[in-house]
């Protein structure tokens, strides 16, 4: 029988370089690009670096992923018809279970680099500060001691990662990071104040490409529903048509399946729990977290899926659903009329063009 599980949850996404405003005491505005989603996913992977290959293959033939080894040093090298991104790490033992104050750091690094260090893709100071006491405000921490550790465990591997690429917005305009670099150069707390310095070598284009909003419960999530809030809130983006004219979109099951990081169902001696289970806490996560926070049903989720099916066809056929109403959905559409504007005007542009072109041709002909 089919299996439907209603959900709330928000997802707001914003047009390159410019970020619609945000409810101040509901959501943070985060950059993001495909080179900052293909860090999430490699802190995601930790030390299982090497199955990403085979499971994006599973999920998007569009993207090419390879994984190099050289004793302990890791690059993991992305091409698709848009970017090509090389994340290397130096030392794979860095990287080991969950990583997740350093998947939360970096998204709280991004929050506050957009609030105090970059302007219009330009990065117009070398640091980010915030006091220690914020990382126990909004949940990522519940001590100053456990505040401390995180942020000393998490930048010593976000301070290892280095990044290389090039990301094309359009086909004249392209943003490029030349050498490999690290974007975080260090951290350090003092007199209760964190600093976080960043890499003014970086193009921080390459990573403030778009913009999306995260609602201010992120930090407060366990490790798996975090990610599959941030993984819905990175793909509605690149659905603003769809949502726009649909109201909805789909994410597949084996693409949560990648992101979640849950076992490859071969073999596997109980799919129910590990794989099955894990995905239904981490929705329920967000559905009752989102309700204590908004109180509202202007996003929704719906899981679909032949529960009753062997596990690869329900990974196979299974989705989640994505719906947004109200003022959710109003970030959305705004974005895809944006975009259509853009598009036309672009249109418009390219059509002038050829008509000249078109008049010279026939000037040279007639002389």
């Known amino acids: ?4 599980k209603n959900n709330n949850l928000i997802d707001v996404i914003m047009q390159p370089n410019k970020a619609l405003k945000a409810e101040e005491d509901s959501f943070y505005n985060v950059p993001d690009s495909s080179a900052s989603n293909l860090l999430m996913e490699t802190l995601s992977a930790g030390s299982n670096i090497a199955d990403l290959p085979a499971r994006k293959r599973q999920i998007n033939h569009n993207t090419k992923l390879e994984v190099y080894e050289d004793g302990k040093r890791r690059q993991i090298v992305m091409n698709s018809t ?3 991104v090389i994340i290397e790490l130096n030392d794979i033992d860095e990287l080991a279970g969950s990583n997740k104050p350093a998947k939360k750091l970096f998204i709280l690094s991004l929050i506050k680099a957009n609030q105090q260090a970059i302007h219009e893709g330009e990065l117009t100071k070398d640091y980010v500060t915030f006091p220690l ?6 949940g990522f921490y519940k001590t100053p001691q456990s505040a401390r550790k995180g942020l000393s465990s998490g930048m010593n591997i976000l301070t290892s990662l280095k990044l290389r690429g090039q990301i094309e917005h359009s086909k004249n305009s392209k943003t490029i990071v030349e050498t490999l670099e ?3 150069t260090g951290a350090k707390i003092e007199r209760g104040q964190c600093t976080i310095y960043l890499n003014p070598r970086i193009n921080w284009g390459f990573i403030a490409q778009y913009f999306t909003i995260l609602p201010l ?3 407060r999530l366990s490790n798996r529903a975090s990610d599959l809030l941030y993984y819905i809130f990175y793909l509605a983006r690149q659905n603003t048509k769809q949502i726009e004219e649909k109201g909805y979109f789909n994410i597949g099951l084996r693409a949560i399946q990648h992101r979640l990081q849950l076992p490859n169902e071969n073999g596997l001696n109980n799919p129910q729990r590990d794989i099955k289970q894990v995905i239904d806490d981490a929705i329920e996560e967000l559905e009752t977290t989102h309700f204590m926070f ?3 049903n202007e996003f929704n989720l719906l899981l679909v899926a032949d529960d009753d099916a062997p596990i690869k066809e329900y990974l ?3 989705y989640l659903k994505i719906n947004f109403t ?3 959905a109003d970030f959305f559409v705004a974005i895809s009329k944006e975009t259509k504007f853009q598009i036309k005007t672009q249109e418009r542009k390219r059509a002038k063009i050829a008509e000249k072109a078109m008049i010279k041709n026939l000037e040279k002909k007639t002389k």
């Open 1 to 4: 029988m089919l299996k439907r």
């Open 82 to 84: 848009k970017s090509n």
């Open 133 to 138: 006491s914020e990382l126990i405000d909004i």
């Open 182 to 184: 690290v974007l975080f």
């Open 217 to 219: 419960y992120y930090f």
């Open 294 to 296: 908004f109180n509202n």
């Open 316 to 318: 196979d056929n299974g």
């Open 326 to 328: 109200g003022s959710f």
